[in-house]
């Protein structure tokens, strides 16, 4: 049997080990899990990042404007300093600016002119009846400045059952992706280190 | 009940129909098949985009769904782009395209090519609809792009036909908010089944011409390419699993009220 194979399904159960009750077993496996995480992130980020958008240009290529976009990334780790934390204040305030920038007409069109336009297309069928009704009903329940009394306190209760509806489909669809794990796991234990599924 | 028992419960209705086929019967969706004709009507040599914005963790469910579109792209001789926007979905993107890849005997570099990762998806998003060798100078193998034959010709989202985003969390919506809105790119999206709901909305708008949606999606897909993989195997175990699951919840209940 393949050594990777055997370590893997080791760590599995010693995960699954912890549904008798929390272990060394368990704790070993969780915490190599989060160390190899950050190492392999650390990794990435160095060989897709650091090298080839700061590293290479400035010592291979002599891209020396390379070296502003460097210091400001250095300003972000200097909130570990407190006598020098502002200076993260210059790369926060550029990054929240170019990204609300980026984001907000993005946003805007594909969120809201879009899934209004689409609503009103649909109209004219029975799904687009039932789209607005929820739409319409929903927002009424989340609208404070009405006592939710009459005919608004019935269509703001009609808005909950919508909402209702949506927490049932989420939640199912949740148990269903939870349940998809185990059996990822079980197909591997059972498949390929017990070879058990033909 | 102790919680032990439940769980071990749980773990038979798994494994049982794990080692026993029972071939419970599964009906393709209408979004997983709007995927598989968007796929379906391709012309041969078009370039589709798979974007694998998916953590480790999700693997389960990521791995048969990737897999079985992938299987339908190399079956139809498309051409396939890879990438990652999040770290972890790097080496596994990179395995599970060069795995399907030799099922199917394509070369990489004339077939397929995989890019590897970039953070900042906003700017990657952005950024590959101007140029997509300035995003990525190098595939995942440390070659430059002008390098590989499958790249000369693409330079940005003009020369691709479809993205498609195998993910686990909310990329998909910067897809659309930047690759769909700004650039109006065909986007197809396999997800893991959480994540499912959120997507609706933008499926119904046309911003999305596909869901699938985990194990069931990958399932349904499996069932359309006529090549049965780890989805369809796993739906049986799904379907018992979520038997037990309602009736634990009854017998729950039953035990309160009894209790009462």
């Known amino acids: ?198 | 009940m102790s919680r032990q028992l439940i769980f071990i419960l749980i773990a038979l209705s798994v494994a049982i129909p794990l080692v026993i086929k029972l071939g419970l019967p599964n009906e393709v969706t209408s979004e997983v098949m709007a995927v598989y004709e968007e796929i379906d009507q391709l012309d041969s040599g078009s370039v589709v985009l798979v974007s694998f914005d998916h953590e480790a963790s999700s693997l389960p469910e990521i791995k048969p769904m990737a897999q079985a579109v992938l299987r339908h792209c190399f079956n139809r001789k498309l051409k396939v782009v890879g990438l990652a926007l999040l770290a972890e979905g790097t080496a596994i993107g990179e395995q599970i395209l060069r795995q399907t890849a030799d099922e199917y005997g394509v070369d990489y570099g004339e077939d397929y090519v995989f890019l590897g990762f970039r953070p900042q998806y906003q700017a990657a998003i952005l950024g590959m609809g101007e140029d997509i060798k300035r995003v990525f100078p190098e595939d995942y193998k440390n070659i430059p792009l002008t390098q590989i034959p499958i790249m000369r010709k693409i330079r940005n989202y003009e020369n691709i036909s479809l993205v498609i985003s195998v993910a686990d969390g909310d990329m998909p919506v910067w897809w659309v908010d930047y690759a769909v809105s700004r650039y109006h790119m065909k986007l197809a999206v396999a997800t893991t089944a959480v994540m499912a709901t959120s997507f609706y909305p933008f499926l119904s708008a046309g911003q999305m011409k596909g869901l699938l949606g985990g194990l069931k999606g990958a399932a349904e897909y499996e069932m359309l390419i006529k090549k049965p993989g780890m989805g369809q195997r796993g739906m049986d175990a799904q379907s018992v699993c979520h038997l037990m699951i309602i009736l634990l919840v009854i017998a729950g209940n039953v035990g309160y009220y009894l209790k009462k």
């Open chain 1, 1 to 198: 049997m393949h050594t990777g194979t055997l370590i893997a399904a080791f760590l599995t159960l010693c995960i699954f080990s912890f549904l008798y009750k929390d272990n060394p077993f368990y704790k070993f496996a969780e915490h190599l899990l989060v160390g190899v995480s950050v190492g392999y992130v650390l990794v990435i980020a160095l060989n897709t990042t650091l090298m080839p958008k700061l590293l290479n240009p400035v010592f291979k290529e002599g891209r020396f404007d390379y070296i502003i976009p460097g210091i400001l990334g250095l300003f972000m780790l200097l909130r570990f300093f407190p006598k020098y934390a502002w200076l993260s204040r210059i790369s926060i305030a550029l990054i929240i600016g170019a990204g609300a920038g980026v984001a907000i007409p993005a946003t805007l069109q594909a969120k809201i002119f879009a899934q209004m336009q689409a609503t009103m297309i649909n109209f004219a069928s029975v799904d687009g009846i039932i789209v607005f009704a929820g739409i319409a009903t929903t927002l009424a329940y989340f609208f404070f400045s009405k006592e939710h009394k009459g005919w608004f306190g019935t269509s703001a209760r009609v808005g909950t059952w919508f909402l209702m509806i949506f927490f049932g489909a989420t939640f199912g669809y949740t148990v269903m992706s939870r349940i998809s794990l185990l059996i990822g796991r079980m197909q591997f234990l059972l498949g390929d280190f017990l070879h058990v599924i033909k």
